[in-house]
């Protein structure tokens, strides 16, 4: 079988590029190996409750991309308000803890607003040389007690990585960067803050976030669905699937993580090969709850540094939009961050239960009524010393090879929903460009 674009992945890049080609009508083929499109970007529905693979909200930056989601969409989408916080010290403090430090102990309130200042003292005298790690950024924009308190143990926690190994070329938007007034303020007053890249989000009433690929996805021909990549010679330009067939193309457009598409590559350069087993990433295991009773926390989500606690994230979509639970109960989710194996399932639910009924987010064990357990492999790329240098060598040689490797896993990267679709239209205007 020959096709002149063969698209690798039915995510938001695979079916955002698949759409703008046909939008053109420009031939091409899109095979997702399992039998739901959406990637990562999926919704388990059971027993009444809608379950994503994680908070998946939809925010926008670029009004383009917006307009061309919604004319799909026909107002399925909501505009929904955040409300994140973080818990430590036995208490809630608003997001961002950089500058919402009201309501913490005073000795911690004291500790991070002086360090802060300090840092911005020290910051002025000795110039605007940059850091060299996520450790030394944090000491020196932020100071020593909101590294301390929060930054360090809640990134050590997610990333299972040290901040002085982590680059900072990860956060940009991710982690907003406070002014003095904001801290001042934020110490003695409690405020809601619309700081970082999602202080508001499109979500819909009904089906989860998995209305968003079905949207995309609506309608398009020579989507294969359970049909996947078995191999590939990049110099042939031959891919090989999962359902024995043979296909010939003239570009490649991958969206596969880029460890796993080097996996995948026959003839890749021994040296390149070295360089995508050095890519690392962290995992996520997603403990999903539908719960009978009253919502019972107004929190989107809830970052916990604090070692006490073994997952680093909790929160409640019904919160924000209660249609995604039955009438009298809610839902809650909660993230466990690993490497490696995957730990026990069973030992991280009973850790999860007893503090959320300590918490008070659940009354007792006997409320849940629905579980959903959900794990991401390479949810989280990290951004180690050597991942620069080799994502842009790989990314290099294959394009050379006509290969598009792209999307948050395709590039290796730390990216939004958003940034995926831009780049699957990116790479079809690419390919319509040339053709």
């Known amino acids: 079988m020959k096709v002149p674009t063969l698209i690798a992945g039915g995510g938001l ?3 955002s590029c698949a759409r703008t080609l046909a939008e053109s009508e420009s031939p091409y083929l899109l095979v997702e190996r399992e039998r739901n499109i959406g990637g990562l970007c999926r919704t388990v529905l059971k027993d009444g409750f809608a379950f994503d693979y994680t908070g998946h909200f939809l925010h926008f930056h670029r009004p383009e991309i917006k307009d061309w989601v919604l004319s799909l969409a026909d107002n399925i989408f909501k505009t929904r308000q955040r409300h994140a916080v973080i818990y430590s010290h036995r208490t809630y403090s608003e997001y961002p803890y950089q500058e919402n430090n009201s309501g913490l102990p005073s000795d911690i309130v004291r500790e991070n607003v002086m360090g802060y200042l300090e840092a911005m003292l020290r910051s002025g005298a000795v110039g605007s040389r940059g850091p060299s790690n996520f450790k030394n950024w944090c000491q020196t924009t932020l100071g020593e007690g909101i590294s301390k308190n929060f930054m360090f143990p809640y990134n050590r926690k997610l990333w299972k990585t040290p901040p002085e190994v982590l680059t900072t070329r990860w956060m940009g938007r991710f982690v907003p960067t406070p002014r003095i007034l904001e801290v001042l303020d ?24 998995s209305v968003l690929p079905r949207t995309i996805g609506q309608g398009l021909p020579n989507l294969w669905n359970g049909v996947g990549l078995r191999a590939l010679s990049l110099k042939k330009k031959k891919a090989w699937l999962s359902s024995g067939l043979e296909v010939d193309y003239r570009v490649l457009v991958s969206s596969l993580p880029l460890d796993r598409l080097c996996d995948l590559a026959l003839d890749l350069p021994k040296p390149l090969y070295a360089e995508a087993k050095r890519l690392k990433a962290t995992s996520i295991y997603n403990i999903n709850l539908g719960i009978r009773g009253r919502q019972p926390i107004p929190f989107t989500w809830v970052y916990f540094p604090e070692e006490e606690f073994l997952f680093h994230r909790a929160g409640s ?13 809610y839902s809650l989710y909660v993230e466990f961050s690993y490497q490696g194996p995957k730990p026990d399932p069973e030992k991280w639910y009973g850790h999860a239960v007893q503090k959320l009924v300590r918490l008070g987010w659940i009354g007792s064990k006997k409320d849940v009524i629905a579980r ?11 951004y180690d010393q050597g991942r620069e240098g080799s994502v842009r060598h790989l990314l290099e040689f294959l394009k050379g090879q006509g290969v598009h490797s792209t999307g ?7 990216g939004s929903m958003e940034s995926a679709i831009a780049q699957g239209i990116d790479s079809a205007k690419d390919i319509l460009a040339v053709n």
């Open 408 to 414: 948050r896993y395709g590039r290796w990267e730390y």
């Open 317 to 329: 979509v019904s919160a924000c939009v209660p249609t995604v639970a039955p009438k009298g109960c």
């Open 13 to 15: 890049t695979g079916l």
């Open 186 to 209: 934020g110490a003695f007053a409690r405020r809601p803050s619309a700081s970082g890249y999602n202080s508001s989000f499109l979500y819909p009433d009904q089906g989860g976030i």
């Open 372 to 382: 959903v357990d959900l794990n991401l492999p390479r949810a989280y790329v990290v």
